[in-house]
């Protein structure tokens, strides 16, 4: 499991793993910083000489804020001129890191200031007033940013505000696109706990975009969430010398393929279709046949003991066609999974979507709910207040659209609109709320999709490829995570899974090129024997 924890409990772990860190004179830094620094190092080193053959003579630029970040950039900037980088510091703000300065220097590095505006170190200009505006970066910056190899990002760390003041947009604004990109701790402009973006006055995102993050004795909540997780490229966690048990719990964690393969239900020698979990779908109608197709595929790949279809005539026969292994009709279920593909006017499928929905709150049969089934958990919701999150085990799995739908929906006495746009940029504090209204399990659906519990636990899976964002996808996760739910998992620990598994069965999919839905679905089996025989992901 990558575990990442909130900036507060990190500064804890942090003050009880060196309790001189406070009062240690400026310069003298301490075991903590010296240690992230030479991982820092270690880990860039060992990316130039894979680029490039050797370090010797790499062309490295350290972009270095007022704080901490700026610290470790430039120690580590001191160990790679120590192993024959060229390396050159620019100084963002009017002052920098004094330890840090003083090893570059002794260790032969040049120090730059780095905007034009505020003149860097020897002429403080630097002030609050511009953030967000550009202002180009020094000439000298310039030069040295035009032939970089590799950049450190050390702008703006744990203790950063959210977006790039004038000075550093102007220097992340001139770093060529050739460069590797390595974000110290995290990438400078976002914020660290909630995985938001803040943008600039054009809309951009005003943040460093990292090809990888070096981040310091557990990850920040953002290198895991949306939407930062797309601009923190891939994530090393560099060791020095945290309490586990002073970080305390995690704020958000990522399945491994390890954790994966402990979860994913393998059937023993007592097993039968029964015990395996008997899946009730409830998917597409005489409009969307296709849905109908995907979810009971997806289910039946996954390695569903049986999997009942409910629905209208033509997509009945379509999956008999299709897939004889699938019994129509109602019947009893160990879970339901209701909704994709169905339109909530769909008479003939209302029926069968309500009694899905009553059995999860009245007899607690686990239950998936997706899209057309959205509305009908708001309605419940309105009429009876949540969900009691220990009787019942229910999924939702909406997108960015649906999930803002819904809120509105359950916030619709308050006259409350809730835009796309707003889960978009704070799908955290989105899902949260989302899950602590319903009392169900929010799986929120993107390129990192993310899974909050009304309790506040918050996973985050970044697995699938771009080419996964296609019409039928999300049929399809809702087929593996239903299986997941009929053999016995938690909504949360289903969710999660069939998020991970899903994902890498589109990479198998895509090989790199385009892929159809129920490519992903037949990908499924190929990935979890993988899984399961090797404890790892497919290459
Ligand atoms: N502590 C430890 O044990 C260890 C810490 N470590 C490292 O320290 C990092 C945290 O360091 P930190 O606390 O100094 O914060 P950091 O983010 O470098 O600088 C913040 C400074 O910048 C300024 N500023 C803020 N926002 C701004 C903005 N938007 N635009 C412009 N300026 C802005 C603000 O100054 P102000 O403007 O308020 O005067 C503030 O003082 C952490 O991420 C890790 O890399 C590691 O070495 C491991 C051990
Ligand atoms: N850019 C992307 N990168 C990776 N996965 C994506 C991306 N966009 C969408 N997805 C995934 O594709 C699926 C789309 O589901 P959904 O929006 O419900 O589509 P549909 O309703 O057409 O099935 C989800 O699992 C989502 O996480
Ligand atoms: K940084």
Same mark, same amino acid.
């Given at each position: 499991m990558t575990t990442a924890h909130a900036v507060d409990a990190v500064r804890r772990a942090e003050a009880a793993a060196d309790p001189h860190l406070a009062s240690r004179p400026a310069g003298q830094d301490g075991p903590l910083m010296l240690r992230a620094a030479a991982g820092l190092a270690a880990v860039v080193a060992g990316e130039v000489r894979r680029r490039r053959? +050797?370090?010797? =003579?790499a062309r490295v630029v350290l972009l270095v804020g007022t704080g901490s970040n700026g610290g470790d950039a430039l120690h580590a900037g001191a160990r790679l001129a120590a192993g024959g980088a060229q390396v050159t510091a620019l100084l963002a703000g009017p002052r920098a890191h004094a330890g840090g300065l003083a090893s570059l220097r002794a260790a032969g590095g040049r120090v730059l200031p780095g905007a034009a505006s505020s003149g860097g170190p020897d002429r #403080?200009?630097?002030?609050?007033?511009? +953030? =967000?505006r550009a202002a180009g970066a020094s000439s000298a910056a310039e030069v040295a940013l035009s032939g970089a190899d590799v950049v450190l990002d =050390?702008?703006? =760390?744990?203790g950063g505000r959210p977006g790039l003041d004038a000075a550093a947009a102007g220097l992340v604004a001139a770093v060529p696109p050739a460069a590797l990109v390595v974000a110290v701790d *995290? #990438?400078?402009? *976002?914020?660290?706990?909630?995985g938001e973006l803040p943008r600039d006055a054009a809309g951009r995102p005003s943040c460093v975009h990292a090809d990888l993050t070096v981040t310091f004795g557990t990850a920040k909540p953002a290198l895991l969430l949306p939407p930062a997780a797309r601009v923190v490229g891939r994530v090393v966690v560099v060791d020095i010398g945290l309490d586990p048990a002073a970080l305390g719990p995690a704020a958000v964690e990522e399945l491994d393929p390890e954790q994966a393969a402990l979860l994913w239900p393998v059937p023993g020698p007592q097993d039968d279709k029964y015990s395996r979990g008997v899946l009730g779908v409830v998917a597409g109608g005489d409009t969307y046949t296709g849905a109908a197709l995907l979810c009971t595929t997806a289910a039946v790949r996954a390695g569903a003991g049986m999997v009942r279809y409910v629905g209208p005539p033509r997509p009945t026969e379509l999956v008999r066609q299709r897939l004889p292994e699938v019994v129509p009709g109602a019947g009893r279920v160990q879970a339901w999974a209701v909704g994709s593909g169905v339109d909530p006017d769909d008479d003939a499928q209302a029926g069968p979507l309500a009694q899905a929905l009553a059995a999860a709150v009245d007899d607690g049969v686990p239950c998936l709910l997706d899209a057309g089934a959205l509305p009908a958990l708001a309605a419940r919701v309105r009429a009876g207040g949540p969900l009691d999150p220990e009787g019942t085990a229910v999924l939702l799995t909406p997108h960015a659209g649906e999930l803002a739908r819904l809120l509105a929906e359950l916030g619709r006495e308050d006259g409350e609109r809730v835009e796309r746009s707003a889960v978009e940029e704070r799908p955290l504090e989105h899902a949260l709320r989302a899950a602590r209204a319903t009392g169900a399990v929010v799986l929120l659906k993107g390129s990192t999709t993310l899974l909050a519990t009304p309790d506040g636990r918050v996973r985050a899976q970044t697995d699938g490829p771009g080419w996964l964002g296609t019409a039928g996808a999300g049929d399809v996760l809702a087929g593996i995570a239903g299986v997941l739910l009929a053999a016995g998992l938690a909504p949360f620990d289903a969710g999660a899974l069939a998020t991970a598994v899903h994902g890498r069965a589109a990479a198998v999919a895509s090989a790199g090129g385009p892929l159809h839905a129920e490519a992903v679905a037949l990908a499924v089996p190929g990935v979890v024997a993988h899984l399961l025989t090797r404890r790892e992901w497919p290459a």
């Open positions: 053959g +050797r370090l010797y =003579g #403080p200009g630097h002030q609050d007033d511009d +953030r =967000g =050390g702008l703006l =760390g744990t *995290v #990438p400078s402009g *976002v914020d660290a706990d909630s």
